[in-house]
């Protein structure tokens, strides 16, 4: 299954990263960067919202998973507030 963005902006890092197998952080600017990790593949440097970041891999258990989480300040934050603002 894919992996969309939730928002458009810069791909900051894509590549290998411990516990999370292809991670990709994507930079959506003011301090905000949204992570996909545990993807099996990972592609593309500009996104736009929607766009396929990669496809959905394994967890280290072996079942489909895809990690997400969005840092503004290089803090975890509720996703679902930020979405709400950005639309």
């Known amino acids: ?3 969309m ?6 791909v900051a890092f894509a ?3 411990t516990g999370f197998g292809t991670l990709v952080a994507v930079d959506h600017g ?3 960067f949204s992570l996909y990790g545990h993807l099996q593949d990972a592609a593309g440097t500009n996104v ?3 766009a396929t970041l ?3 891999g394994l967890s280290p258990s072996g079942g489909a ?3 997400f989480e969005l840092r503004i300040d290089g803090r975890p ?3 679902l507030e930020w979405l709400r603002r950005h639309r």
Not at 5 to 10: A, L
Request: aromatic share 8%.
């Open 1 to 3: 299954a894919p992996a």
């Open 5 to 10: 963005s939730v928002h458009e902006h810069t």
């Open 15 to 17: 590549g290998p990263f």
């Open 30 to 32: 003011h301090a905000a």
């Open 48 to 50: 736009r919202r929607g």
């Open 54 to 56: 990669g496809r959905v």
């Open 65 to 67: 998973a895809l990690y």
């Open 77 to 79: 934050v509720n996703p």
